[in-house]
């Protein structure tokens, strides 16, 4: 089973700052997709990445798929308070239902 | 709202009860998903199914739990005799032929 390791696992930040989150396999991702949770609620799709090197950008937030596609990262730009919640990277790694990581909980202060 | 509805949303229960949780997926979506989510951690995988047939079980889904979609429409997940452990969110989740997955806003199970 492939494993998705994301770092860090809690980020606290003011707003207007920067901030990177990663994910990480020591697997080929087939193709990866970055899902965003907030409190009491199921993850919502952000973005799905399948081409090594791809470079996606929804607003002010950038993600990008490793060339050898077995890492990502997603940078929010000038982060605000509504940017608070946890993102979770997930793969399908092949199969039919997904492979999540344990999150990143980002909070973001006014 | 023509999203994944889950019901009920909390469900607060003694160990040792029955529950049952129900999906009502988006309606043109073949494919139906249960995942568990426990605090601090992410979804994890319990079942899938592919209109009525149920074609992925995860070892998670212990056989305390059964799910059903008879009618290749709504699902439901029922736990038996629930345990401890068994305190999580539940998610359903689902989608067309290799589209994204869709998820609900989940059942909270909470075990006293």
């Known amino acids: 089973t492939q494993l998705l390791e994301q770092s860090p696992q809690f980020l606290s930040i003011q707003e207007g700052e920067n901030l990177t989150v990663y994910c990480n396999s020591s697997s080929v991702f087939s193709s990866l997709q970055w899902y965003r949770q907030e409190p009491g609620e199921g993850p919502v799709l952000l973005v799905t990445?399948?081409?090594?090197?791809e470079v996606k950008k929804l607003k002010r937030l950038t993600f990008q798929f490793g060339d050898a596609r077995k890492d990502s990262s997603l940078h929010i730009t000038a982060a605000q308070p509504g940017d608070t919640g946890l993102y979770l990277c997930a793969s399908d790694t092949g199969r039919r239902a997904l492979t999540f990581g344990s999150g990143t909980r980002l909070q973001v202060q006014p | 709202d023509t999203g994944v509805s889950q019901n009920p949303r909390h469900k607060i229960t003694k160990r040792g009860q029955n529950v049952t949780f129900r999906c009502d997926p988006i309606?043109?979506?073949?494919?139906l998903y249960w995942y568990r989510q426990t605090l601090g951690q992410g979804p994890e995988f319990l079942t899938y199914?592919?209109?009525?047939?149920?074609?992925?079980k995860s070892r998670l889904l212990s056989d305390r739990f059964s799910a059903e979609r008879p009618k290749g429409s709504f699902s439901t997940l029922e736990i038996q005799r629930t345990e401890q452990g068994d305190s999580a969110m539940y998610l359903c989740a689902s989608s067309q032929l290799n589209q994204p997955q869709h998820f609900g806003d989940g059942t909270r199970l909470s075990i006293l």
């Open positions: 990445v399948v081409t090594g090197g």
């Open positions: 199914f592919q209109n009525e047939a149920q074609l992925e």
């Open positions: 309606s043109e979506h073949n494919r």
